[in-house]
């Protein structure tokens, strides 16, 4: 069955980075647009980036524009997403999800991997 799964978050200094990694399985990956959102404790969910199904085309939200940066490789049914200079206002729980690219309908979400920017 399709799955996404989750990894690489944890705790982080702000300024420091993480990468994360999201896994899929059950599908092709390369036949879908994906995307990264998050969500902050007690707030909604944000669309944080997107790529293409080729990797051609990257989208970023304004909030992490020149921080962040998304890939991922076909061959190995792998999503990334490294981030940098992480603050304190990205800790949320990130979602891996396919179907889009720039903030269109995403039709299957992985469980999350928690990112904490503390000092």
């Known amino acids: 069955q399709v799955q996404l799964v989750e990894s690489g978050g944890g705790l982080a200094q702000p300024g420091g980075s993480l990468r994360l990694s999201c896994a899929a399985s059950?599908?092709?990956?390369?036949?879908?647009?994906m995307s990264w959102a998050r969500q902050a404790p007690g707030k909604g969910l944000e669309w944080v980036s997107g790529?293409?199904?080729?990797?051609?085309?990257?989208y970023y939200a304004d909030s992490v524009k020149g921080r962040f940066t998304i890939s991922r490789d076909n061959a190995k049914n792998t999503l990334y997403l490294q981030m940098n200079s992480l603050k304190p206002e990205d800790t949320a729980l990130y979602y891996c999800?396919?179907?889009?690219?720039?903030?269109?309908?995403?039709?299957?979400w992985g469980q999350g991997t928690q990112v904490t920017v503390s000092s």
């Open positions: 999800a396919k179907g889009s690219a720039n903030k269109g309908e995403l039709d299957f």
């Open positions: 059950g599908f092709t990956l390369g036949s879908y647009a």
């Open positions: 790529i293409s199904r080729e990797g051609t085309n990257t």
